[in-house]
T-cell receptor, first 113, second 110 residues
Framework: NAGVTQTPKFQVLKTGQSMTLQCAQDMNHNSMYWYRQDPGMGLRLIYYSASEGTTDKGEVPNGYNVSRLNKREFSLRLESAAPSQTSVYFC????????????FGEGSWLTVV | QQQVKQSPQSLIVQKGGISIINCAYENTAFDYFPWYQQFPGKGPALLIAIRPDVSEKKEGRFTISFNKSAKQFSLHIMDSQPGDSATYFCAAHPTNKLIFGTGTLLAVQP
């Protein structure tokens, strides 16, 4: 049981380049999330999807777009990367049947130079 | 802006001691308060959680104390071990998402 799988694990981008972080979960969860983690800032919610076909902004959505491709997959796109987007990105999923427990992937380390 | 405030930012405890991490929240509509543990290079994982209808929950060496009137909750790690060294996040649950605190880096010295 893989849980939440995200790719790539590491990526270096130049300012202005675009890229997509991919995420898939195999737990049949309805809700999926993208968080970023920065030193001293904790985990901040970028976007979330409460169910297939819906997406909502979190605390820090600027500069990002998301797509809930199907129930399993939730991607995060940086259209024009900026150095301020250098961070560790975590995808996560949850479901009411899991008692609101959020399960995280192992993270994607993104550096924008 | 919904917030969860966490302290201290870092904590050093001797092996066998008690580690205490505190959190405060603002929104009385929050209905679920988990603590997550994160080891270096890994994603956070649920450690223990509490709902506001109880004042304390204990699982092994880990205890959450919850004070609804003060809007505060804390994590106590009894008999702290070097293997407990990690970053700990408190969180609170409004509808459909979790709001996290800023994290506490715990180091347990042997």
């Amino acid at each position: 049981n893989a849980g939440v799988t995200q790719t790539p694990k590491f990526q270096v981008l130049k300012t202005g380049q675009s890229m997509t972080l991919q995420c898939a979960q195999d737990m049949n969860h309805n809700s999926m999330y993208w968080y970023r983690q920065d030193p001293g800032m904790g985990l901040r919610l970028i976007y979330y999807s409460a169910s297939e076909g819906t997406t909502d902004k979190g605390e820090v959505p600027n500069g990002y777009n998301v797509s809930r491709l199907n129930k399993r997959e939730f991607s995060l796109r940086l259209e024009s990367a900026a150095p301020s987007q250098t961070s560790v990105y975590f995808c996560a999923s949850s479901d009411r049947n899991s008692g609101n427990t959020i399960y995280f992937g192992e993270g994607s380390w993104l550096t924008v130079v | 802006q919904q917030q969860v405030k966490q302290s201290p930012q870092s904590l050093i405890v001797q092996k066998g001691g008690i580690s205490i991490i505190n959190c405060a929240y603002e929104n009385t509509a929050f209905d679920y308060f988990p603590w997550y543990q994160q080891f270096p290079g890994k994603g956070p994982a649920l450690l223990i959680a509490i709902r506001p209808d109880v004042s304390e929950k204990k699982e092994g060496r880990f205890t959450i104390s919850f004070n609804k009137s003060a809007k505060q909750f804390s994590l106590h790690i009894m008999d702290s071990q070097p293997g407990d060294s990690a970053t700990y996040f408190c969180a609170a649950h409004p509808t459909n998402k979790l709001i996290f605190g800023t994290g506490t880096l715990l180091a347990v010295q042997p």
